[in-house]
């Protein structure tokens, strides 16, 4: 049995700072690295003797001299697995060049397809079509790159690229293009993808299937759910491939909106926020963004802040959006002859004052006429 890890799309290194604050996104991206090494320690407990890194391990081409070390050291270390790492269209020539020397487990590639052995049957092919960006390409060259890959149907073969798949046999390499329809029934058994941030899988024909293992750390809003690697087992006996998603991330990302329409003060806010967050699986680690919907009642004594300080303690980062509005029933107000009542139709019949202000205004007036400092509150 032979097992294998298909990661990709790692992007170490990565700022992150438009999401979180400098010291916080300094640690993350200390965790980004960390679970690439929480990975490798679950390759060795698991038997792993291969690791795909399909592209974009870092996510430019300036790479931390520190970054780098560490994962040259963490693959030294680790002499029993191979690492095949193939460059995307992000991390191009910044691994390798900030190393001092390639360790001897690394298996690399290059523009022209190459294929390494990986045991008795088992084949590893694979190219980088990054290097092709930019250079003027048209479909025929592009067809002929492709007619070069050129598997042995009785191994077990395993294809790795980084770019975007698309389901017919047009495309163009210096899009970074993977054509489907033109590698079914090429003897392909496992096609290893990355550039794609979900994961995702497919049958590419009666044999074999393509994966993009996505990203194994969400890093933003745009990458919200589980994220992990693909793990796969071959049975060279059999002849038989099956592969499984394994999630992975150490912290996820979460983004949905509550409607507090009915909410009269913070704590009914809060509950209704609560039970959604176990809903969606939300745990302390994770990263939050929840967008308060909904037009209040005048009456409510809801306060964003006081939501956002509770929750901020709840969960490692949380951003909370407030797009809920104000409603006033003007007719309940019609026949009120008090302060208020009068108040009220003086704001609503005032033409100098903008519609869409208007209800904040009467929400503002109405709790200095009550005396209630909790006014500033939506601050
Ligand atoms: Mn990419």
Avoid at 49 to 64: E, K, M, N, Q
Avoid at 137 to 158: H, M, V
Avoid at 225 to 244: A, N, V, W
Avoid at 312 to 339: C, K
């Amino acid at each position: 049995m032979l097992t294998i890890i298909h990661c990709a799309d790692l992007h170490l290194d990565s700022r992150m700072e438009t999401l979180l604050e400098p010291g916080r996104a300094a640690r993350r991206r200390q965790e980004l690295l960390g679970n690439f090494l929480r990975m490798i320690d679950f390759a060795r407990q698991n038997g792993v003797s291969l690791i795909l890194i399909a592209g974009d391990l870092f996510d430019t081409d300036s790479v931390s001299p520190a970054s780098a070390a560490t994962l040259a050291r963490a693959m030294e270390d680790n002499p029993d697995i191979l690492f095949a790492y193939l460059q995307g269209n992000h991390d191009r020539g910044s691994f390798l060049s900030a190393i001092k020397e390639q360790p001897d487990n690394l298996l690399l590639f290059d523009e022209n397809w190459l294929t390494w052995r990986i045991s008795g049957q088992v084949r590893l092919w694979g190219a980088e079509l990054s290097a092709y960006a930019g250079r003027p390409a048209d479909l025929e060259g592009s067809r002929a790159f492709w007619e070069e890959l050129k598997p042995d149907p009785t191994c077990i073969n395993l294809v790795m690229l980084h770019g975007t798949a698309v389901g017919g046999r047009e495309a163009l390499l210096s899009d970074e293009e993977i054509p489907l329809g033109l590698l079914r029934d090429r003897g392909i058994d496992y096609l290893a993808l990355g550039h794609i941030h979900q994961h995702q899988s497919g049958s590419l024909d009666k044999r074999g299937s393509w994966c993009y293992a996505g990203c194994l750390e969400g890093r933003g809003f745009d990458e919200c759910g589980p994220h992990g690697f693909e793990l796969i087992r071959i049975d060279e006996k059999s002849r038989t491939l099956t592969h499984s998603f394994v999630p992975f991330a150490k912290r996820r990302f979460y983004e949905f909106s509550v409607d507090l329409t009915d909410c009269m003060s913070s704590l009914d806010a809060m509950d209704l926020i609560r039970e959604r967050a176990d809903q969606e699986g939300c745990r302390r680690e994770d990263i939050l963004h929840i967008i308060l919907e909904g037009d209040l009642a005048l009456e409510s004594e809801l306060s964003p802040a006081l939501l956002s300080s509770r929750l901020e303690e709840a969960f490692y980062a949380l951003r909370l959006e407030d797009r809920t509005g104000i409603r006033v029933d003007y007719d309940s107000y019609e026949g009120d002859l008090s302060f208020r009542g009068t108040f009220i139709r003086l704001v609503r019949e005032d033409p100098s004052l903008p519609e869409d202000m208007k209800a904040e205004i009467i929400r503002c007036g109405i709790r200095a006429l009550s005396g209630t400092t909790s006014g500033e509150s939506r601050q």
